[in-house]
């Protein structure tokens, strides 16, 4: 198994710019999760996906955030226009949600951002 | 509001000694208690997990304490080797709301 695969692994931008992040889900598994973490904030929850459907969005920072998760297979979460501020390593984490069973999350590599 | 508060922020232990983390909560909606590992460079993964109906879980070196009453949960980590040096974060799983909540992380270092 591959794993969580995330791209770009680093992503060196420009205030202003559009940024895409990509994340490929372990197959078989239901519901994706979308992290930041930075020193200050820790390992933030921005929002997650259960059968490819939006279930909580309530940690995405601002309208310059959204995400989507067209099929189980692939999710992008992208900030336009992007500020140093969002300046972190992002994480995509998928799980298999099954009834009355307790979830592991698995991780992916991250995304190192850095706006300028 | 913090759900689920983690000390301490850092620690250092010497090689051989135990390293102790502290988590609680405050929602008792919260079902299950995972603890994750992260490597530098690399995303947080899965090392013991815990869930509230028993008091203690022990996987090698690693073990859970829970006391559901006081809320509160810890990682002991036994003989703790250099290798061990990783931050670890404490989780609160919540399976109606269907995610987890972490704690902040503690980075430990094991001294040789």
């Known amino acids: 198994d591959a794993g969580v695969i995330q791209s770009p692994r680093h992503e060196v931008t420009e205030m202003g710019q559009e940024v895409t992040l990509r994340c490929k889900p372990i197959?078989?598994?239901?519901?994706l999760f979308w992290y930041r973490q930075t020193m200050m904030r820790g390992l933030e929850l921005l929002i997650y996906?259960?059968?490819?459907?939006?279930?909580?969005d309530s940690g995405m920072p601002e309208d310059r955030f959204s995400a989507k998760m067209p099929n189980a297979s692939f999710s992008t979460l992208k900030i336009q226009p992007s500020e140093p501020r969002d300046s972190a390593v992002y994480f995509c984490a998928s799980s298999v949600r099954l009834w009355r069973e307790k979830e592991t999350q698995y991780f992916g590599p991250g995304t190192r951002l850095l706006v300028l | 509001q913090q759900q689920v508060k983690q000390s301490p922020q850092s620690l250092i232990v010497q090689k051989g000694g135990i390293s102790i983390i502290n988590c609680a909560y405050e929602n008792t909606a919260f079902d299950y208690f995972p603890w994750y590992q992260q490597f530098p460079g690399k995303g947080p993964a899965l090392l013991i997990a815990?869930?509230?109906?028993?008091s203690e879980k022990k996987e090698g070196r690693f073990t859970i304490s829970f006391n559901k009453s006081a809320k509160q949960f810890s990682l002991h980590i036994m003989d703790s080797q250099p290798g061990d040096s990783a931050t670890y974060f404490c989780a609160a799983y919540n399976t109606n709301a269907g995610k987890s909540t972490f704690g902040d992380g503690t980075t430990l270092t094991v001294k040789p």
């Open positions: 197959s078989g598994h239901n519901s």
């Open positions: 996906f259960n059968n490819n459907v939006p279930i909580d």
């Open positions: 815990i869930r509230p109906d028993v």
